[in-house]
């Protein structure tokens, strides 16, 4: 399996880093994984929100070092 | 199941132009069909050329204006439409008034639009005013 594509999204804020995963996931194949660096703590909420309400899949969500880490697969 | 949003953007200030293209990004990028009217003080932005930086009304805004992380309204606006296919429709009145043709606003933007359109078009939708 590939590595996921990693977004850095760093030390943007809301709605930056979301939009930043979207324009990738637009881009992105059905399979594909996306992983999302984000300081900006609202990200830990609406980027889940957003993948469940447009039927993406969330691999995993975690903090390491002050930076959330955010594993998402496109579905469709 | 996906929502129809218009907004008004009247004010050319710049926490009101960052609330209105965060909800118009977002609405728009969730799947929600978002329309957006630019009319007096919030349209100069979208002229080409046009550089005056839009004014603060508080705090907040003098923090955003500070913090090279926050995205532009105009940015946000540009996600709307590339990224959730919103429209971003010009005042017809406040092009008249202001002198412009549709080729001096930015590509972004869809065709003039009156009032009594854009009220129609709103019909059943939840209207926010900015």
Not at chain 1, 31 to 55: H, M, Q
Not at chain 2, 32 to 38: K, R
Request: hydrophobic fraction near 45%; glycine fraction near 8%; include cysteine.
């Amino acid at each position: 399996m590939s590595e996921p594509r990693i977004i850095d999204a760093r030390d943007t804020f809301c709605p930056g880093p979301l939009m930043e995963l979207i324009s990738y996931m637009k881009r992105a194949s059905v399979g594909d994984e996306l992983e999302l660096l984000s300081t900006d703590k609202g990200s830990v909420n609406d980027v889940p929100e957003w993948i469940a309400k447009v039927g993406h899949e969330l691999i995993s969500s975690e903090q390491i070092d002050n930076v959330w880490h955010i594993k998402v697969r496109k579905a469709k | 199941m996906s929502r129809k949003i218009h907004i008004v953007c009247v004010s050319g200030t710049r926490e009101k132009l960052q609330m209105a293209a965060m909800i118009a990004s977002v609405a728009a990028a969730s799947g929600d069909e978002v329309s957006v009217f630019f009319s007096m003080n919030a349209l100069p932005y979208f002229v080409k050329g046009y550089a005056t930086a839009a004014p603060v009304e508080g705090s907040f805004g003098v923090l955003m204006q500070e913090d090279g992380g926050v995205p532009s309204f105009k940015q946000l606006f540009k996600y709307a439409a590339e990224l959730g296919d919103a429209r971003l429709l010009p005042c017809s009145m406040a092009i008249d008034l202001l002198k412009v043709s549709t080729e001096e606003l930015d590509p972004e933007l869809g065709p003039p639009t009156g009032l009594t359109r854009f009220l129609s078009d709103a019909e059943g939708a939840q209207m926010l005013t900015f």
